[in-house]
């Protein structure tokens, strides 16, 4: 008879060497060894699946959608000459002294996940920030210090032009039939934001996906945990994995991962993997990333196409502010604040028509 050796996976070589010497030395190859005890396991999983979840991801992504939104403004210049002041932002007389208005708009897009489907309507969630446009924005003169050296009072600034949001459009990409989409919750504090959109018939209803996992506890996440996050940076349908850092760090059970956001994944989903089961839990929502900004000297667009690139600009420039994401930093919204803010929500979402019940009573 010869020995037999059972080893669990991630056993050190030079271990497996050592009980085979021994084996060799105390037994008649008569004897079996069972090799076990690798130490307590962590909540999550904290390295790569260790086995193929490329069905579930496809799954997955079924439920993962990409929305768009467009805010359409209505813009109203005023010379410094006409001493608009904050407080005549509200009086609708202001409007007829402008001296030059002009319309344009604004654009983005981000992830939704969709977590329920009752009735005729179809309910997503996403962060706040992917779905709320200002309703006004003021700009004003550059004044520079009071001679006095107090600050300016509320109401003494100058104002140079206002924007005003007249209408908003909301889509949700891949979902022919579909009409726009409306938010019927926010919470802006932790950038969480419900939307919900009409089922167009029958058939479309059959075709919807809701996320199907486990409701996930952040709580247990550990340094090192792997995270997936599913999204849509900047367009492209996308799971990627990343680490998780400084667990538990606040209240909502926040943390940080190393994903590599972008515009376009906010919103995005985040599963953990159970050390136990190697099945995937809902852990966070994609949010933020670190960034920084810096003000640049920017060329009137219009007039750039009559200048070569070798030869000096002597074109009218503008001030502009870009932000440029610091990648590898991501601040997820953690799936303990999901939970509380749809339980503050659920009896009046229940009164509209709306069951996301399996998200609170698990």
């Known amino acids: 008879m010869h020995a037999r050796y059972y080893l669990l996976p991630g056993l050190n070589r030079l271990v497996v060497l050592f009980l085979v010497l021994v084996a060799g030395i105390t037994t008649a190859c008569k004897t079996k060894y069972v090799i076990t005890g690798l130490g307590e396991q962590a909540y999550y999983q904290t390295g790569y699946p260790l086995h193929d979840t490329s069905r579930d991801i496809a799954t997955i992504f079924q439920s993962v959608k990409r929305v768009s939104i467009v805010g359409y403004y209505n813009t109203f210049i005023f010379g410094e000459e006409s001493r608009i002041m904050d407080n005549d932002v509200d009086l609708p007389e202001t409007y007829s002294k402008a001296d030059a208005r002009f319309s344009y708009t604004q654009s983005k897009a981000g992830t939704a996940i969709v977590i329920s489907k009752t009735g005729d309507s179809?309910?997503?969630?996403?962060?706040?920030?992917?779905?709320?446009?200002?309703?006004?924005?003021?700009?004003?003169?550059?004044?520079?210090?009071?001679?006095?050296?107090?600050?300016?009072?509320?109401?003494?600034?100058?104002?140079?032009?206002?924007?005003?949001?007249?209408?908003?459009?909301?889509?949700?990409?891949?979902?022919?039939?579909?009409?726009?989409?409306?938010?019927?919750?926010?919470?802006?504090?932790?950038?969480?934001?419900?939307?919900?959109?009409?089922?167009p018939d029958e058939e479309s209803k059959q075709r919807i996906n809701i996320l199907n996992v486990g409701v996930g506890d952040p709580e247990k996440l550990n340094w090192g945990?792997?995270?997936?996050?599913?999204?849509?940076?900047?367009?492209?349908?996308?799971?990627?994995?990343?680490?998780?850092?400084?667990?538990?760090?606040?209240?909502?059970?926040?943390?940080?991962?190393?994903?590599?956001?972008?515009?376009g994944v906010s919103g995005g989903l985040i599963l953990a993997i159970r050390a136990e089961t190697g099945e995937m839990e809902w852990v966070g929502m994609a949010r933020a990333a670190s960034a920084s900004s810096k003000v640049v000297l920017v060329p009137v667009e219009k007039n750039v196409e009559d200048y070569a690139f070798h030869q000096s600009y002597t074109g009218d420039v503008y001030l502009d502010v870009i932000t440029q994401i610091e990648y590898g930093i991501t601040i997820p919204v953690s799936m303990k604040a999901i939970r509380n803010f749809i339980r503050r929500e659920d009896r009046r979402l229940r009164d509209e028509g709306y069951n996301l019940g399996w998200l609170i009573d698990r």
């Open 225 to 263: 945990s792997f995270v997936f996050v599913f999204g849509y940076p900047k367009g492209y349908k996308m799971v990627s994995g990343a680490i998780v850092s400084d667990p538990d760090r606040d209240r909502q059970a926040g943390f940080i991962i190393d994903g590599q956001f972008n515009e």
């Open 122 to 199: 179809l309910v997503l969630i996403t962060n706040d920030h992917v779905v709320s446009f200002p309703d006004t924005l003021v700009f004003y003169y550059d004044q520079g210090e009071q001679q006095t050296g107090n600050r300016r009072q509320e109401g003494e600034r100058i104002v140079e032009r206002i924007s005003i949001r007249a209408s908003q459009i909301n889509m949700i990409f891949n979902m022919p039939g579909f009409g726009p989409f409306e938010v019927i919750a926010q919470d802006k504090t932790n950038d969480i934001a419900l939307i919900a959109v009409k089922i």
